[in-house]
Each structure stands twice: as structure tokens, then as C-alpha cells.
């Protein structure tokens, strides 16, 4: 089983990378992406998942191999977790009050993508990098005679991403990624 493995990667290398990366009519890629962004452990349990989005350059320098200079937006509202999460005491629940408001995170990132060509159309990657994230947190008690804000925080930080997906190539300048 390794051996055939080993075979149709090396099938796959030789005769399936120039399909799909040949194709592009010039090096550089210009986009914009929208997608879910998801939140892990506590911190998933404490925000929404968000709606996200980001605007790239994309520059291959070589069939298979690119690098992206992105700017991103992900919006989380939070859940009914986050004041556990965050430590925050609030009156009561049970007197109609909710935790609301929402966590935003603004990223810088660069980062570096591999993408192996599955066929003509169809090709694997995967992607990751560093980044400078700049969030911002918004909070206030929806109560039952009215909203009272609470003091947010902001930061930034620098940190990692990571990911990988599947692409199909519609045509030269149009792809779907998932």
C-alpha cells in the first residue's frame, strides 16, 4: 500500500503539476475571500462563529509554491459562555440580563502555500504563516430597561495561522476554493 502511495504521488508530481498551474496567464493573483471563521476550546465556546473575510496578493514563484500578503476581517458575537470565559460578574440572568456585543480581529498575515494539482481542474493545498492581529472587544448588559455598556478591550498581538482546502480552477483568472 505505501509503495502505490508512493507511486501515484510521484505520478501526480511528474505529470499533474503543470496542469493546473499552467494554466494562470501571469505569476501574480489578486482576490478577495469570504469564509466562517471558528473559534477553538473556551474561546470557541465563549464567541459566535463569525463570517470572515480577507483581500490577498498572491505571488508564485514557482509551480506549486506561492506566497500571499492578506488583510482580514473575522466579526464573533459573543456567547452566553464569554462571561465565564472572561471572568466578568454581571447581575443576574434571571433579571433579564444578557451579556452582548462582539470581538473583532483585524489580521496582517503573510504566508506561504503549497498546492499539489489532483487533476486538470481540482487541486489540494495547504497554508500558513504569521501575522499581526489587532482585536477589539465590545461588550454591554442588554438589561430589561436598556443596554449598559461595560469597559472593552483591545490589543494586538502577533501570532500563527494555518489551514488547507480544496480548489477548482473554473477557468484561468476564476477559482472555488473550500
Known amino acids: 500500500m505505501k509503495k502505490l502511495l508512493v507511486v501515484a504521488v510521484a505520478a501526480i508530481l511528474l505529470f499533474g503539476m503543470g496542469s493546473v498551474d499552467s494554466a494562470r496567464a501571469w505569476n501574480w493573483d489578486l482576490g478577495v475571500r469570504g469564509g466562517i471563521a471558528e473559534g477553538?476550546?473556551?474561546?470557541?465556546d465563549a464567541v459566535q462563529t463569525a463570517f470572515a473575510?480577507?483581500?490577498?496578493?498572491?505571488?508564485?514563484f514557482k509551480?506549486?509554491?506561492?506566497?500571499?500578503?492578506?488583510?482580514?476581517?473575522h466579526v464573533h458575537g459573543i456567547s452566553s459562555d464569554f462571561?465565564?470565559?472572561?471572568?466578568?460578574?454581571?447581575?443576574?440572568?434571571?433579571?433579564?440580563?444578557n451579556l452582548i456585543g462582539d470581538f473583532t480581529i483585524n489580521e496582517l498575515a503573510a504566508d506561504l502555500k503549497f498546492s499539489?494539482?489532483?487533476?486538470?481542474?481540482w487541486r489540494i493545498y495547504a497554508q500558513g504563516g504569521a501575522g499581526y492581529y489587532i482585536w477589539d472587544l465590545d461588550l454591554a448588559f442588554d438589561t430589561d430597561f436598556g443596554s449598559v455598556s461595560v469597559p472593552g478591550a483591545d490589543g494586538s498581538d502577533l501570532g500563527l495561522n494555518g489551514g488547507g482546502g480544496?480548489?477548482?480552477?473554473?477557468?484561468?483568472?476564476?477559482?472555488v476554493t473550500v
Open 63 to 73: 509551480p506549486g509554491f506561492s506566497i500571499l500578503a492578506r488583510y482580514g476581517r
Open 40 to 44: 477553538t476550546g473556551d474561546f470557541g
Open 166 to 175: 480544496l480548489e477548482y480552477v473554473i477557468n484561468p483568472e476564476v477559482s
Open 116 to 121: 499539489l494539482p489532483l487533476s486538470p481542474k
Open 83 to 97: 462571561q465565564r470565559f472572561a471572568g466578568l460578574v454581571a447581575p443576574s440572568p434571571i433579571d433579564g440580563n
Open 53 to 60: 473575510w480577507n483581500i490577498y496578493l498572491e505571488y508564485d
